[in-house]
C-alpha cells in the first residue's frame, strides 16, 4: 500500500504569551480525509493552537509542516507571508465561531461566496454567480436571498454562508473554531448535519475546535483533549469517549449526559 | 488450526476511575483466544463477565492495559492495541466490521445510506452500494417506504435490523457482532443466522455475544467461556 503522507504535521509547537504558556509542545499528525477534534473547556489553549496552526499566530517553537497539492512539504512559518497568504487562499478555509469574523456583512450573500472565488482567479461572472446558487442550496439558504446582506440573516444562517464561503474554493484543509457554539440546539443539529455530509461528499480534511463533546463524536475521527496549553490525552474520537484514561478526560466525559 | 485472523493473547482491561476515588475495577485478565477464518465463536458467560467488554477491545473502542490482539490485516498481522488510530481506522475500514447493540441513529441521515456508507467508505460508486444496501434491507424485512427516512424514529427492532444491514453491506473478513437478535422476531433471527452461516462460508471470522441459545447453537461452532478470564471475581 502507497499510503499517502499526512496532509498536516505538528511538531512540538508551542506558544508563550510572555510567562504565561498559551500550548505546549503539541505534536500530531492528520491525514487526508480525517477529522480531528480538538476539545478542553475555555482557556485549555485550543484557539491558540488553532491560531497556530492555521498560520495567524505565530508559534514561539515548533514546527507546522503541510503537504500541498503537489506532494510538496511546507513549513509554514518558515514559508513568506506571500506564500502563507496564498496556502490560506486556495487550500485552507477557516470556519470562525462568530460569522461577523468571517464574512462581509456588508455585502451580499452572493457577493460574500462569489468573492473566495474571485480571489483564486475565477472572472467569468455567470459562473461566478451559478457556483454562488449551487452552494446557497447546499447548505440549504433560499436562493431568494441570494443578494441580502449577511447582517439580515439569523446565526444559523450566518453560519452557513461562512461554511459556503469557505468551501466554493475547494480547499483541502477546513480549520473550525466552535462552528456551532452560539446556536440554539436545532440549529446546532442542522448545521452538524450539513458539515458531517458536506466533509464526507468532498473527502475534506479538517480540524475542529470544540468543547462540546457531541460535536466531536458526530464529526471527528480522532480527538486530542487539552488541559492548560498541553494535550493530555489523545486517541480514537470513540476510544477516547468511552474509555478515557486521564483524570481530566474522564472528568469532561462524566459531566455531560450523553457525550 | 489454519489460518487465524484474529488471535487475543494474555490480554488484560482495567477501568481506574480516577473520578471516584480511584477506584480499580478490573474486567479481563490474560484473555487467550485465536479465531479462524469461517469460525464463529460465541463469547459466553454471565453479565458482567466481560463479554462486551472484550468485544470493545477487539474493535479498538476500549484500552487494553496490557496484551496484544492480532489481526490479518493487508496480508500480515497487526496488533490492535499498539496500533495507532489512523492504523485502527483502516483496519475498521477494510478489514473488521462490528455491529453494536444499539443503531446510533445520525440525525437526518436516511437508513439506506447508513448502511450503504460502509461500502461508499471502500470507494463503492453511489449506485452499486445502494442496491447492496437495497438487498439487505429487503431481506431483514424494512420495507421500502421507510429506506428513505432517518432511523431516529424506528422502533428498537427496526433500528438493530438496520444496523445488521450495515454491518454486512460490506464482505468484512472480521465480524464482530454484539447481540444482533436482541430485539428481532423469530423471522428476523433466522435472517441473521443465515447471514452468518454465508459469511463464515466465505471463510470470515466471526466473534459475537448471543444471549438467545437457538441463535447461538444454529450460528457459533464454539463457546468461549468468559469465567475463567474474568478479573471481577
Known amino acids: 500500500m502507497d499510503a499517502p503522507p499526512p496532509l498536516l504535521q505538528i511538531e512540538g509547537l508551542t506558544r508563550t504569551y510572555g510567562r504565561r504558556i498559551g500550548c505546549k509542545d503539541v505534536s500530531f499528525s492528520l491525514w487526508p480525509g480525517e477529522i480531528l477534534g480538538v476539545v478542553g473547556e475555555s482557556g485549555s489553549g485550543k484557539s491558540t493552537l488553532l491560531n497556530c496552526l492555521s498560520a495567524k499566530l505565530e508559534p514561539t517553537a515548533g514546527r507546522v509542516l503541510y503537504t500541498d497539492r503537489h506532494g510538496r512539504a511546507i513549513d509554514?512559518?518558515?514559508?513568506?507571508?506571500?506564500?502563507?497568504?496564498?496556502?490560506?487562499?486556495?487550500?485552507?478555509?477557516?470556519?470562525?465561531?462568530?460569522?461577523?469574523?468571517?464574512?462581509?456583512?456588508?455585502?451580499s450573500a452572493g457577493a460574500n461566496i462569489g468573492e473566495r472565488?474571485?480571489?483564486?482567479?475565477?472572472?467569468?461572472?455567470?459562473?461566478?454567480?451559478?457556483?454562488?446558487?449551487?452552494?446557497?442550496?447546499?447548505?440549504?439558504?433560499?436562493?431568494?436571498r441570494i443578494d441580502d446582506a449577511p447582517f439580515t440573516f439569523s446565526g444559523g444562517m450566518q453560519q452557513r454562508l461562512q461554511i459556503a464561503r469557505n468551501l466554493v474554493s475547494k480547499p483541502r484543509l477546513v480549520f473550525m473554531d466552535e462552528p456551532t457554539g452560539g446556536l440554539d440546539v436545532s440549529?446546532?443539529?442542522?448545521?452538524?448535519?450539513?458539515?458531517?455530509?458536506?466533509?464526507?461528499?468532498?473527502?475534506?480534511?479538517?480540524?475542529?475546535?470544540?468543547?462540546?463533546?457531541?460535536?466531536?463524536?458526530?464529526?471527528?475521527?480522532?480527538?486530542?483533549?487539552m488541559r492548560r496549553g498541553?494535550?493530555?490525552?489523545?486517541?480514537?474520537?470513540?476510544?477516547?469517549?468511552?474509555?478515557?484514561?486521564?483524570?481530566?478526560?474522564?472528568?469532561?466525559?462524566?459531566?455531560?449526559?450523553?457525550? | 488450526m489454519p489460518h487465524p485472523m484474529l488471535v487475543v493473547e494474555d490480554l488484560e482491561k482495567t477501568f481506574t476511575l480516577h473520578t471516584q476515588g480511584g477506584t480499580v475495577l478490573p474486567v479481563l485478565r490474560q484473555v487467550t483466544l485465536a479465531v479462524a477464518g469461517g469460525e464463529c465463536v460465541a463469547l459466553h458467560?454471565?453479565?458482567g463477565a466481560g463479554k462486551s467488554s472484550l468485544l470493545r477491545c477487539l474493535y479498538g473502542n476500549y484500552l487494553p492495559q496490557a496484551g496484544r490482539i492480532l489481526v490479518a490485516?493487508?496480508?500480515?498481522?497487526?496488533?490492535?492495541?499498539?496500533?495507532?488510530?489512523?492504523?485502527i481506522l483502516d483496519i475498521r475500514r477494510r478489514t473488521m466490521g462490528h455491529v453494536s447493540q444499539f443503531?446510533?441513529?445520525?440525525?437526518?441521515?436516511?437508513?439506506?445510506?447508513?448502511?450503504?456508507?460502509?461500502?461508499?467508505?471502500?470507494?463503492?460508486?453511489?449506485?452499486?452500494?445502494?442496491e447492496r444496501a437495497a438487498a439487505l434491507l429487503t431481506r431483514l424485512h424494512i420495507p421500502e417506504r421507510m429506506w428513505q427516512l432517518a432511523p431516529a424514529t424506528f422502533s428498537g427492532g427496526e433500528q438493530q435490523r438496520v444496523n445488521i444491514a450495515r454491518g454486512f453491506a460490506l464482505d468484512f473478513p472480521i465480524l464482530l457482532l454484539d447481540e444482533p437478535t436482541a430485539a428481532l422476531d423469530a423471522g428476523n433471527r433466522q435472517v441473521v443466522v443465515d447471514l452468518i452461516l454465508e459469511a463464515r462460508r466465505r471463510g470470515v471470522a466471526i466473534v459475537g455475544i448471543f444471549h438467545d441459545r437457538e441463535v447461538r447453537e444454529a450460528a457459533a461452532d464454539r463457546a468461549f467461556e468468559m469465567a475463567a478470564y474474568a478479573a471481577a471475581a
Request: no cysteine.
Open chain 1, 76 to 107: 509554514v512559518w518558515a514559508a513568506s507571508e506571500p506564500e502563507r497568504r496564498m496556502l490560506m487562499r486556495t487550500d485552507w478555509g477557516i470556519v470562525h465561531q462568530n460569522p461577523r469574523d468571517g464574512l462581509r456583512m456588508g455585502v
Open chain 1, 117 to 144: 472565488l474571485m480571489a483564486v482567479g475565477e472572472r467569468h461572472y455567470g459562473g461566478i454567480r451559478r457556483e454562488a446558487e449551487t452552494w446557497m442550496r447546499r447548505v440549504e439558504m433560499d436562493l431568494d
Open chain 1, 187 to 225: 440549529v446546532q443539529a442542522r448545521l452538524l448535519d450539513l458539515l458531517r455530509g458536506l466533509v464526507t461528499d468532498l473527502g475534506l480534511s479538517a480540524v475542529i475546535v470544540t468543547h462540546d463533546l457531541a460535536v466531536t463524536r458526530l464529526l471527528a475521527h480522532r480527538m486530542i483533549v
Open chain 1, 230 to 259: 498541553e494535550v493530555v490525552e489523545a486517541g480514537l474520537t470513540d476510544q477516547v469517549l468511552d474509555d478515557p484514561q486521564h483524570p481530566y478526560t474522564q472528568l469532561l466525559v462524566s459531566s455531560i449526559l450523553h457525550p
Open chain 2, 45 to 47: 458467560g454471565p453479565s
Open chain 2, 73 to 87: 490485516h493487508d496480508g500480515r498481522m497487526v496488533d490492535v492495541v499498539a496500533a495507532t488510530p489512523h492504523t
Open chain 2, 103 to 130: 443503531l446510533r441513529a445520525i440525525p437526518r441521515v436516511p437508513a439506506i445510506d447508513i448502511v450503504a456508507e460502509p461500502l461508499r467508505a471502500v470507494g463503492v460508486a453511489a449506485a452499486p452500494a445502494r
